[in-house]
């Protein structure tokens, strides 16, 4: 999944050692706010410290984030895992509407039969045994 907007928070990064392996890790937490009429946010995380550096994601930049949601559960209780796996700097937000994949096939020609609306049905005639008013 993509996400373009601007990064308004860079949170501490965190780091330990593995009790599995013995490796230390580190991640650090961004959140991006896509713009709009609402404006939507994410935090996202991006793991490893060589990737972080490589990164280098700044305040207030502008970018395209590209992510992986996973969950996971601990003690009985659901999470979200958004990780990043690659930045693109320097495009412009994507106009509201617009799909971010091209289509598949051209679409069929439209039935008449699955007109979105009925067809208009003409006023009964004068004196017609049909009174409603609507």
């Known amino acids: 999944m993509d996400l373009t907007g601007r990064i308004i928070a860079v949170l501490q990064p965190q780091s330990g050692v593995s009790a599995r392996t013995g490796n230390s890790w580190m991640s650090q937490d961004y959140v991006i706010e896509v713009p709009g009429q609402y404006p939507r946010r994410c935090v996202f995380r991006i793991f490893g410290e060589d990737r972080i550096k490589q990164f280098n994601i700044q305040m207030n930049e502008d970018l395209t984030v590209q992510f992986d949601i996973d969950a996971h559960e601990y003690q009985g209780r659901w999470f979200n895992d958004i990780r990043a796996f690659n930045i693109i700097r320097g495009q412009v937000a994507p106009v509201a509407g ?34 409603l008013p609507f």
């Open 98 to 131: 617009a799909t971010p994949f091209p289509p598949a096939a051209p679409a069929a020609a439209p039935v008449a039969d699955a007109a979105p609306f009925p067809p208009v049905q003409e006023a009964p005639a004068e004196g017609s045994s049909d009174d």
